[in-house]
């Protein structure tokens, strides 16, 4: 088993981080059920990845959130996870680039559309039985009184894309506290963690079940909304987008999931339609998870990034 210095070093912080070495309180709900899943050998022969995603409040979700996992899940590709990272932020130069990738993350650019290679290479890693896991909002939420953002499309394809005999295994993880690890906006030194967190980290039960109706070919759409998103004047603005290249993003490759998804009309308004519905189903079962993880109710992070939610 070959030695990866980049995934054990960002291992050892992230456990440090998931410590009350470091943290006031650590409280993890749901390990034993998703070390099962991750370890099931049946789910990898059957070429069924494992796909998870969590709310996203600071910059320190990843790594941080894993550093609850056995070492030993870091010492193996197939059980350290794959992810997607913006690749204007975090492949901005070849130190990055090694290190990110040596880190199973996926440079994804922001702006350019679900059909693009990051989001082809993650249903590669799926279609593998591999763990792939993200933050659908996107962004970073800043603010203090809104939960959840509303989710992009991309892990919508993710699973419509799937092979129906092998669609993925799907699990929400709900996370608190880590906005008070790294809060908006801190003095310096700006990287460094804050220690006295009170963290937790609750794995959730795969939600397959939820969305079976939303993956069928003709499946009404219509949902209760239960918990509409926030507006988005609800957050502070976006980090603004790299600029495309000039003369804009090449077109998918011939051959490339992405080219032939297009050509069987994978954009077309159905489509989109029913991404929206995986997205906004998924979306609801996350804000369920921290439901029962935390109770109802809008929880206030440390943020101060809105000025009007400063008093």
């Known amino acids: 088993m070959p030695f990866r210095p980049a995934v054990a070093s960002v291992a050892l912080l992230s456990k440090a981080l998931c410590s009350t070495w470091w943290a006031r309180s650590v409280t993890v709900r749901g390990l034993d059920g998703f070390l099962a899943r991750l370890y099931d ?130 699990c929400p993880i709900w996370i608190e506290g880590f906005d008070s690890v790294m809060p908006e906006p801190r003095g310096p030194p700006r990287w460094f963690p804050r220690p006295g967190a009170d963290l937790q980290i609750t794995f959730g039960e795969p939600v397959e079940d939820a969305l079976e109706p939303l993956l069928r070919p003709g499946a009404l759409l219509e949902l209760a909304d239960t918990h509409p998103a926030p507006p988005a004047a609800s957050f502070p603005p976006p980090t603004p987008l790299a600029a495309p290249p000039s003369g804009g993003y090449a077109l998918p490759l011939a051959g490339s999931r992405s080219q032939r998804s297009l050509a069987l009309g994978g954009d077309s308004p159905e489509m989109r339609e029913r991404r929206s519905a995986v997205a906004r189903k998924l979306r609801e079962e996350l804000l369920l998870l921290g439901e029962r993880a935390g109770g109802p109710g809008v929880r206030q992070l440390a943020h101060r990034a809105m000025k009007e939610e400063s008093a």
């Open 41 to 170: 050998e049946r789910r990898r022969a059957e070429g069924r990845g494992l796909l998870t995603y969590a709310n996203h409040i600071s910059v320190m979700d990843d790594p941080g959130l894993f550093g609850c996992l056995p070492f030993r899940t870091f010492l193996r590709p197939e059980t350290t996870r794959w992810t997607l990272g913006a690749a204007d932020v975090m492949f901005t130069n070849p130190v990055f680039a090694h290190f990110f990738r040596a880190g199973q993350v996926l440079p994804t650019d922001r702006g350019r559309g679900v059909f693009q290679p990051a989001l082809d290479a993650a249903l590669d890693r799926l279609a593998a039985g591999d763990w792939v896991h993200l933050f659908p909002e996107g962004y970073v939420n800043m603010s203090r009184r809104a939960l959840c953002r509303r989710f992009k499309w991309g892990i919508g394809r993710l699973l419509l894309e799937a092979e129906p005999h092998a669609r993925p295994v799907v």
